[in-house]
């Protein structure tokens, strides 16, 4: 005999989508199952920075019409590969 599973409910805080996980199983879910793919090649490091740092960059990205991340990316970039003075 099948046993229905109660439903997911359809909104959740987190210590309540974490009891209710606590009690179920998401194989009994697989209508719910989504399939992604993981690259680890376009895995993220995240990195501490002084808070009055990161406000100094975060204004130098809004003037300079980019993203912190880009902007912090480019100075990485930049620092590790300088350009090659033409001989």
Same mark, same amino acid.
Do not use: C
């Given at each position: 005999?099948? /046993? $229905? =599973?109660? @439903? ?16 179920? !199983?998401? /194989? ?6 989504? +399939?992604? +793919?993981?690259? @680890? +090649? =376009? ?10 740092? #990161?406000?100094?960059? $975060?204004?130098?990205?809004?003037? !300079?019409? /980019?993203? /912190? +991340?880009?902007?912090? =990316? &480019?100075?990485? *970039?930049?620092? &590790? =590969? @300088?350009? *090659?003075? #033409? !001989?």
């Amino acid at each position: 005999m099948a /046993v $229905k =599973n109660e @439903p997911i409910p359809d909104e959740m805080n987190i210590r309540e989508a974490s009891d209710f996980w606590d009690e179920h !199983s998401v /194989v009994d879910y697989d209508s719910h199952i989504v +399939e992604f +793919e993981y690259a @680890p +090649e =376009n895995s993220v490091t995240v990195v501490s920075i002084a808070a009055n740092l #990161a406000e100094t960059v $975060k204004k130098r990205a809004q003037s !300079s019409g /980019v993203s /912190v +991340e880009t902007l912090i =990316n &480019l100075w990485i *970039q930049e620092k &590790l =590969n @300088p350009p *090659q003075l #033409a !001989s």
